[in-house]
């Protein structure tokens, strides 16, 4: 149980173009949903919480224009990174935490590696 | 500010012989205590958490993990490593009062030489 998908699982984009990455709980119903990018060798970052229903609560110094999260369901959250540029690219992971659990276990995605050209 | 380290940035060890990967934590309360696993290109995979009771916690593929308070630690083991445990070992810490949120470590990388 706990299984998260992600999709894509690598996208390649021109500039300024917007991508969408899908975050999806498969066996389980997610109170909240995470955003993480992770660069190189580095741990990972937190850019947003997104609990089902409300607006995302975005890290200090990560624009909400441009990663625009919506968390429409129990089992999907969405990042669309807007209007992309190279700086942009990197390894964004979502995780999911269950329903009406008090031990908060995140649960991890597997990964969208984006690169833009 | 809160915090959580991971002294070593790579831990080398033999095959067949015990690891440990040291986690050490700053952080009000008593908060719980997560190892996650990444492998090259993959997200993290969850291995094992400490909420409350016996200080020591078994997780999956035979890690287990030793909470000592006074020490604010929570140190990773396995009795005998294997070469397929070779990878990148996040410690995580989540305060039990405000967000949701993790305060990861920088990450240990594991190397296990056959």
């Known amino acids: 149980g706990a299984v998260v998908s992600q999709h894509p699982s690598r996208v390649i984009c021109k500039s300024g173009t917007s991508v969408k990455i899908e975050c999806r709980s498969l066996?389980?119903?997610?109170?909240?949903m995470f955003w993480y990018r992770q660069f190189p060798k580095q741990s990972l970052m937190l850019m947003a919480t997104?609990?089902?229903?409300?607006?995302?609560?975005?890290e200090q110094g990560v624009e909400k224009d441009k990663f625009l999260i919506n968390h429409a369901s129990l089992t999907l959250s969405t990042l669309t990174v807007t209007s992309a540029h190279p700086e942009d690219s990197s390894f964004y992971i979502c995780?999911?935490?269950?329903?009406?659990?008090?031990?908060?276990?995140?649960?991890f995605g597997p990964g969208t590696r984006l690169t833009v050209l | 500010a809160q915090s959580v380290a991971q002294p070593e940035d790579q831990v080398n060890v033999a095959e067949g012989n015990p690891l440990t990967v040291k986690c050490t934590y700053s952080v009000s309360g008593n908060p719980y205590l997560f190892w996650y696993v990444q492998y090259p290109n993959r997200g993290l995979q969850f291995l094992l958490k400490?909420?409350?009771?016996?200080?020591l916690v078994k997780g999956s593929y035979g890690f287990e993990a030793e909470f000592n308070k006074s020490q604010t630690s929570f140190h990773l083991k396995k009795p005998s490593a294997l070469v397929s445990d070779s990878a990148l070992y996040f410690c995580a810490v989540r305060p039990t009062s405000g967000t949701y949120k993790y305060i990861f470590g920088t990450g240990t990388r594991l190397k296990v030489l056959a």
């Open positions: 400490y909420i409350t009771g016996d200080n």
């Open positions: 997104s609990n089902e229903g409300s607006k995302a609560t975005y």
């Open positions: 995780s999911a935490s269950r329903l009406a659990a008090s031990t908060d276990t995140q649960y």
């Open positions: 066996d389980f119903q997610a109170t909240t």
